[in-house]
């Protein structure tokens, strides 16, 4: 197979496996919002004419106790959310990494260093995977403090205007969508830029080797491809440049690498990748499906 072709199997492994993260954090939301709506209900069942009234003393310290709770939710669905996407960072930072390491291993006639990270990868993954999840940790504790606003006030609003039980809980179920959209944004965000960082980090250690190699642009090819007044990716395919150049963004912005820029109008949400390539080699003697490829990885990897 080709180098592209390669990358384009890494590129879907990632991808499954950011995808089975996403799945289990809608659950979790999921699981919270069917809760809080399930207490809301208790709330209106004994209410006489199913409405919200600020007059029912009762019922507004029901939903006083169901705030509270509330927000005890919504501090272990952040909890819950950091540990997910915070093992998902350090997955795809390895399986970045330890592909391109395998497939180098495959291509060059001599057997290079580092089936994984070495010391000084480890420590400059240290502390930017410090501060990519002090950003995490930042961006979940604003998403934490809205949802929990956010239902506050949905309640208090049921109160004052006289809503019904319906009415209320779609409410709650527009905030809960809202937050759960805001963690996949952060999530697709963070977790690009730390696989793109693995596949770049081990092409950097091949050239400290010797291994003389070039880098391409590559969009996904479809109608999400961004093109605005600020950010146009669909004009990057194929982009090539020496490993140590800078890929051209336009604009007067360049990135060494897909979700690497420093500009969120590039960077939000970005499902670019890049791939890379041995020069003068075009062609990989590996297996060309997915799952016999990682199968023939982790095998690689144990020996």
């Given at each position: ?13 990632l991808t499954r496996k950011e995808k089975d993260a996403l799945r289990n954090i809608r659950r979790e939301y999921e699981k919270v919002a069917r809760d809080i709506t399930s207490e809301l209900g208790a709330i209106f069942s004994r209410l006489a004419d199913g409405k919200l009234s600020m007059q029912d003393v009762r019922t507004v310290r029901r939903l006083q106790r169901l705030e509270q709770r509330l927000t005890a939710s919504a501090l272990r669905l ?226």
């Amino acid at each position: 197979m080709t180098w592209v072709q390669f990358f384009d199997l890494l590129y879907e492994a990632l991808t499954r496996k950011e995808k089975d993260a996403l799945r289990n954090i809608r659950r979790e939301y999921e699981k919270v919002a069917r809760d809080i709506t399930s207490e809301l209900g208790a709330i209106f069942s004994r209410l006489a004419d199913g409405k919200l009234s600020m007059q029912d003393v009762r019922t507004v310290r029901r939903l006083q106790r169901l705030e509270q709770r509330l927000t005890a939710s919504a501090l272990r669905l952040g909890k819950y959310n950091r540990t997910v996407i915070s093992k998902l960072l350090d997955e795809s930072y390895e399986l970045s990494y330890g592909m391109l390491a395998y497939a180098l291993d495959m291509a060059v006639e001599r057997t290079l260093e580092g089936k994984s990270p070495g010391l000084p990868e480890l420590l400059a993954l240290n502390d930017e995977n410090g501060i990519e999840k002090l950003r995490l940790n930042q961006s979940l504790e604003k998403s934490r403090d809205k949802v929990t606003k956010g239902i506050q006030q949905a309640i208090q609003q049921g109160l004052t205007d006289g809503a019904t039980f319906q009415q209320t809980a779609a409410s709650v179920q527009r905030v809960f969508e809202m937050d759960y959209n805001r963690a996949v944004a952060i999530t697709e965000t963070e977790v690009h830029r730390i696989r793109e960082k693995g596949t770049n980090d081990k092409a950097q250690d091949a050239l400290r080797q010797g291994i003389v190699m070039k880098k391409r642009w590559n969009n996904v090819g479809d109608e999400r491809v961004r093109r605005s007044n600020k950010a146009n990716h669909r004009t990057l395919q194929g982009q090539e440049r020496g490993l140590k150049e800078p890929f051209d963004l336009g604009f007067g912005i360049t990135a060494q690498y897909p979700g690497s820029s420093g500009t969120p109008q590039n960077d939000i949400r970005c499902r670019c990748f890049a791939s890379y390539e041995v020069e003068g080699i075009r062609e990989l003697s590996i297996a060309d499906n997915e799952q016999a490829l990682l199968r023939d990885y982790e095998a690689w990897k144990a020996e």
